[in-house]
């Protein structure tokens, strides 16, 4: 997920400010991610859970990035040409209810965790993160369909 990010940034960085924004988030999302997760270079012991207020500040963070897209992003892509409009609508009904379909999963997430405080069950926790890492990375193709568009139609910088 954070090699597919970096590209992205590499490739797309620099031609929208809203877009570079939210790559941004982005990359810091996925940095905590795996902070959360323990993953390297994060080692932790997989034996405890992290702090409450990592979990808070990851969701947090991942709500940023959700609505970032959702609201600034997409639809700035999408409506980048208008003599693509067709071709780009029917892009947007495609990967829109894919899209969607992980926002639902982000919500829920952050619906069980954002609040969590030293009562919480989080029993489930570190299965919930994971099949999360697997939306988001799963979410990231498809934005990257998006923003590959834009290449192909010389749109970026426009």
Known sequence: MLRR???AQERWKGNH???DRWLNERQEL?????KTAGL?????DKQQLPALTDIREFC???????????????????????DKAKEMAALADELYPLIAQTTDVALAFNDLY???DEHAD????????SGLGETIELRMEFEDR???TLDQHDLIGA
């Open 5 to 7: 990010s970096e590209q």
């Open 17 to 19: 400010q809203a877009i």
């Open 30 to 34: 996925l940095v905590l991610y795996c």
């Open 40 to 44: 390297p270079p994060f080692d932790s």
């Open 60 to 82: 947090s963070l991942l709500m940023d990035y959700i609505s970032a897209g959702h609201f600034e992003v997409y639809d700035q892509i999408i409506q980048a040409s208008p």
């Open 114 to 116: 954002s609040d969590a």
């Open 122 to 129: 989080l029993g489930e926790f570190d299965e919930r993160l």
């Open 146 to 148: 998006l923003l590959a």
